[in-house]
């Protein structure tokens, strides 16, 4: 920009510029990309979530299927930005989820500790997504000492397929197993306990982006 008004300055002096202003270089965060939908949804559900109490967010079952990619992703992007506005729109790199090689899961846990973890195999449909409700959703509730009137919390993300070589698969379904079992009930316990705190950025930040 100050070469196109003809204006000459050094690299150096531009930095100095930026420090004064309290700017420092910082690589930027990736987070899922939010349409202008997505901000609305976030800010309808603050509205009507964000005075619910800690009783209320420990019998939350809380739901997702993720992919474990072979390949991972290791972009960077350096910004300039003042402390605290990490996670502004031109502050983060907006990620989707794809990739090569990967695994399908679906798991739950609560304020309690982790449910169950089940492999997707092939297609992700409705009727398939039903059947894993129907294996493991009461048991996670029993398993996690749920209250009686629990909410089960999920979201609008569609469902992804995932093709990899049958024994990598399975080794890596094992290795996911392994590593849920070690999830510490006390981890999910201080994620349900912070999640007001989130609730209270979405609408701090208009439905965008978090620090969470």
Known sequence: MLEETGT????????????????????????????????????RFETAH?????????????????KIELFGHNDHCYVWRKKGDACKPKNTIPTV??????????????????GALHKIDGIMRQENYVDILKQH????????????????????????????????LTQVHQLCQGECAKIHPTYCGKLVEGYPKCLTQVKQFKGFATKY
Not at 14 to 40: D, I, M, T, W
Not at 99 to 107: A, N, V
């Open 137 to 168: 959703l009461k048991t996670s509730v029993r398993k996690l000492k749920l209250a009686r009137k629990w909410v089960f919390q999920m979201d609008n993300d569609p469902k992804h397929t995932s093709k990899v070589v049958a024994k990598w």
């Open 50 to 66: 964000g005075d619910k109490d800690r009783t209320f967010w420990r019998n939350v079952l809380w739901s997702d299927e993720t």
């Open 97 to 114: 989820k794809h990739g090569g090689g990967s695994i399908m899961l679906w798991g739950c846990f609560a304020a309690g500790g982790t």
């Open 8 to 43: 000459k300055v050094s690299i150096s002096t531009v930095k100095r510029v930026l420090y004064r202003h309290n700017r420092k270089g910082r690589s930027a965060r990736k987070k899922p990309l939010l349409q202008n939908r997505h901000e609305k949804d976030r800010l």
